[in-house]
């Protein structure tokens, strides 16, 4: 088997004496969905915010190609990297948010090439074509020149996801993406993220989104209480969880299945 | 009370010691013009530079060090608390305190030396005067606007790969400016009327271009209703582009600064960004 794109070893992450993560290892291979399930207040969005760094973790270490994130080798020791030194290796991991985070003052397409232009370089005309490319791509060409608050909370996802794309990430982490949408708007996004997963790109999902995560992740995890309960194929892992907590928790999510 | 109005504007419309035929003829006199024009000069040198300042003042208090986060404060507390009229007389006595300013090295060669008298005009510090005092008030309402700008926004930056540099530059910065232009309005107007102070540097501006005239003519009460009738003109033009601006901000279909300026200024400059940036 070839060498994990993403690898996390021994995380732990406590807020005060409150740990919130205790010791998480995981790998996640190139092309593969991996979908991260569990109650509320489980640590399944902390681990996916130690992933990029955007929370320091209180112990372990997270490799991208064996990289490590935010921790420079100088000599025999690891040292903590600057903000700017994480900037380049957060490029490779892109990240769409519970609430969108677009730029308010900037259009669909302005919020594309942003990144793009600014911290690659990239030519403006060349990010445009690229930037609208990739609305087409999320199904939104006709709305290049809107403005955040003139999409619905769908579109905007949808932007959101074209915006971390445009930076050829390596890897999409999904912070619920669907949580803070109606629900007749979720199926746009899911369907958004189907495509991607079926093009090849390597994405960590945390979801409430059980069906999505049925049939689209490769790997699913159940997480509760900061740690990894249960993993494995997730068709196994949903219909016939070997765990108890698995089990009570699913019985509330998907009354129906059991 | 509409009794005691009409009573109030019949005794000032007919009250022979304010010779309404006197204003009238000063009005538009060339020196109230051109005092005019150094006010509203001062007026938008004093914001422009404040504001810079400010921006300046703002990033070093939210900075993460200790130093930028004193020297900030020392600047803001100092000028905040020391009334406009005594920096005007202050700065304008500069060359008491030091006689000459000089570019070169700490304790080394000196490069360049000016000396303060030729720098220090009526001019120089009446804008150094104002726009200080501005630039106290400007950096507590910019540190509040930027704080303002939502955590998310940062986050989403981080997650794009830019710096902290970019960030501000690009995100915060220009949402920040957005949430502070209200204030930003109100500052204006006030330093209109502050400008007047500049009258103890004997600088021309409109309120010591009426005395100069009446210091001549003996016609004290009218230059100065000359004057305020200026002012009033100028703070209520004013409260009209901020209301106007405010609208902007306020109404669902709010456009971007640059359009706002564009549409407000209608001026060449911008357009030609416009082009630069396709």
Same mark, same amino acid.
């Given at each position: 088997m070839t060498a994990p794109l993403l690898k996390v070893e021994g995380l732990r992450k406590s807020f005060g004496t409150h740990e919130v993560l205790a010791g998480i290892d995981l790998e996640v291979h190139e092309g593969d969905v991996m979908c991260i399930v569990g109650p509320s207040g489980s640590g399944k969005s902390t681990l996916l915010r130690c992933l990029n760094h955007l929370e320091k973790p209180t112990e372990g270490v997270i490799f991208l190609r064996g990289e490590p994130i935010g921790l420079r080798w100088k000599g025999e020791r690891l040292y903590e990297m600057t903000f700017n030194e994480l900037a380049r290796q957060r490029q490779k991991m892109g990240m769409v948010f519970q609430g969108f985070?677009?730029?308010p003052h900037k259009t669909a397409l302005e919020n594309i090439i942003e990144a793009p232009v600014i911290v690659k370089g990239v030519r403006v005309e060349t990010a445009r074509a690229e930037a609208l490319e990739l609305l087409g791509k999320?199904?939104?060409?006709?709305?290049?020149?809107?403005?955040?608050?003139?999409?619905? #909370? %769908?579109?905007?996802?949808?932007?959101?996801?074209? &915006?971390?794309?445009?930076?050829? /990430?390596?890897l999409l982490l999904f912070d619920e993406p669907t949580s803070a949408l109606d629900p007749e708007l979720v199926g746009e996004v899911l369907a958004t993220m189907r495509q991607l997963a079926t093009e090849g790109m390597t994405m960590v999902v945390v979801t409430h989104e059980m069906l999505f995560a049925r049939d689209v992740a490769d790997h699913l995890i159940f997480?509760? #209480? %900061?740690?990894?309960?249960?993993?494995?194929?997730? &068709?196994?892992?949903?219909?016939? /969880?070997?765990n108890e907590r698995t089990r009570a928790f699913l019985s509330r999510v998907l009354p129906d299945a059991a | 009370m509409m009794v005691c109005f009409a009573f109030f504007a019949?005794?000032?419309?007919?009250?022979?010691?304010?010779?309404?035929?006197?204003?009238?003829?000063?009005?538009?006199?060339?020196?109230?013009?051109?005092?005019?024009?150094?006010?509203?000069?001062?007026t938008v040198l004093a914001i422009l530079i404040g504001l810079a300042i400010g921006v300046i003042l703002a990033i070093m208090r939210l900075s993460s060090s200790r130093v930028f986060q004193g020297a900030s404060w020392a600047w803001i507390w100092f000028f905040r608390g020391v009334p406009p009229l005594v920096q005007l007389i202050f700065w304008y006595n500069l060359a008491l305190l030091i006689p000459e300013i000089s570019?070169?090295?700490?304790?080394?060669?000196?490069?360049?030396?000016?000396?303060?008298?030729?720098?220090?005009?009526?001019?120089?510090?009446?804008?150094?005067?104002?726009?200080?005092?501005?630039?106290?008030?400007?950096?507590?309402?910019?540190?509040?606007?930027?704080?303002?700008?939502s955590?998310?926004?940062?986050?989403?930056?981080?997650?794009?790969?830019?710096?902290?540099?970019?960030?501000?530059?690009?995100?915060?910065?220009?949402?920040?400016l957005r949430i502070v232009i209200p204030p930003i309005g109100n500052d204006t107007i006030s330093m209109l009327k502050f400008t007047s102070l500049v009258s103890v540097l004997a600088l021309p501006d409109v309120l010591y271009s009426a005395q100069m005239i009446y210091a001549r003519t003996y016609q004290t009460i009218p230059l100065l209703?000359?004057?305020t009738i200026w002012y009033l003109v100028l703070t209520?033009?004013?409260?009209?582009?901020?209301?106007?601006?405010?609208?902007?901000?306020?109404?669902?279909?709010?456009?971007?600064?640059?359009?706002?300026?564009?549409?407000?200024?209608?001026?060449?400059?911008?357009?030609?960004?416009?082009?630069?940036?396709?």
């Open positions: 985070h677009l730029f999320v199904g939104l060409s006709d709305r290049a020149d809107y403005y955040p608050r003139q999409l619905s #909370g %769908g579109q905007q996802q949808r932007v959101a996801i074209a &915006r971390s794309l445009a930076m050829k /990430p390596e997480m509760d #209480g %900061g740690v990894i309960v249960e993993q494995g194929n997730p &068709r196994d892992v949903l219909t016939r /969880p070997r | 019949q005794s000032i419309a007919t009250n022979q010691n304010i010779q309404w035929p006197v204003v009238a003829q000063y009005l538009f006199h060339p020196d109230i013009l051109s005092g005019l024009g150094m006010t509203i000069l001062l570019i070169g090295i700490p304790f080394g060669p000196k490069l360049a030396v000016w000396d303060t008298n030729d720098l220090i005009t009526p001019f120089s510090a009446a804008i150094l005067g104002l726009a200080f005092t501005e630039s106290a008030y400007a950096a507590e309402m910019l540190r509040a606007g930027i704080q303002a700008v955590s998310g926004q940062v986050e989403a930056c981080a997650t794009l790969g830019m710096t902290r540099g970019q960030t501000l530059r690009r995100i915060v910065l220009p949402q920040a209703v000359v004057a209520t033009l004013l409260t009209f582009a901020e209301h106007a601006v405010e609208k902007r901000l306020h109404s669902g279909n709010r456009t971007s600064l640059r359009d706002m300026a564009r549409r407000l200024f209608a001026i060449a400059p911008f357009r030609h960004q416009k082009e630069l940036a396709q």
